[in-house]
């Protein structure tokens, strides 16, 4: 065999061993999908809130609850896109999706964003609504980082960006809406477009 040979096959076994040990990349598509829900989340939630005849929300009030589905709603599809679009891709790639590197990969990305959840509720209960927005960003960002060992791809990267806007916006709670409308709407658009951009080539 030739040094040619050697190293294709040192290239194919790499890859092998890669994809053995970590996750298949997240479609780019299940991406935009996600930004999309987000932006129609966002003007749900806005319409809401100019209709509602003041500029601020109360905790146990129908706008608020409102609101709370809205999020699960969007929560929800974009989860159900992720699992259809990338469950789709891993067959037609021929790999196994559900196995234990799925698990690791689920606990890795779930624990800090059910902890980020469950912190956030609490201080809604206390009537502290300012860093809301800015919590969600970061809390989702660093799962998205925690996660990203156990993918093929850059979500760490978006992740990082995640935390970054939260940070902004614990800096500058005034504009929290339109941050979050950045970081999951706009953000998961552009990475999605780049990741797709990236698998078809």
Same mark, same amino acid.
């Given at each position: ?8 096959? /040192?290239?194919?076994? =790499?890859? *092998? ?18 930004? +999309? ?17 003041? &500029?601020?929300?109360?905790? &146990?009030?129908? /706008? ?5 589905? &809205? @999020?699960? *709603? ?10 259809? +679009? ?9 790999? =196994? ?8 990969? @689920? ?15 609490? +201080? ?12 969600? *960003?970061?809390?989702?960002? *660093?799962? @998205?980082?925690?996660?990203? =060992?156990?993918? +093929? ?42 990741? @797709?951009?990236?698998? =078809?080539?």
């Amino acid at each position: 065999m030739s040094e040619q040979d050697y190293l294709k096959d /040192i290239s194919e076994i =790499k890859n *092998l061993m890669n994809r053995s040990s970590r996750f298949i990349s997240l479609s780019g598509l299940a991406g935009i999908f996600a930004g +999309i829900y987000a932006l129609i989340g966002a003007a749900i939630a806005y319409y809401l809130v100019v209709n509602s005849g003041r &500029d601020y929300l109360i905790l &146990d009030g129908h /706008i608020f609850r409102m609101i709370l589905l &809205d @999020l699960a *709603l969007v929560a929800l599809c974009s989860i159900v896109t992720a699992i259809f +679009i990338t469950t789709r891709k891993a067959k037609e790639d021929q790999v =196994k999706i559900w196995d234990e590197t799925t698990r690791k990969l @689920l606990m890795s990305f779930l624990v800090p964003l059910i902890t980020g959840g469950i912190y956030i509720l609490i +201080i809604l209960n206390q009537q502290k609504y300012g860093q809301t927005g800015a919590l969600m *960003l970061i809390f989702y960002g *660093l799962a @998205l980082v925690n996660a990203s =060992k156990f993918t +093929i791809g850059n979500i760490k990267y978006l992740g990082y960006i995640e935390i970054a806007l939260g940070l902004v916006c614990a800096l500058l709670p005034g504009y929290g809406f339109w941050i979050w409308v950045l970081g999951f709407g706009v953000m998961h658009i552009i990475y999605g477009s780049f990741m @797709l951009i990236k698998e =078809k080539r």
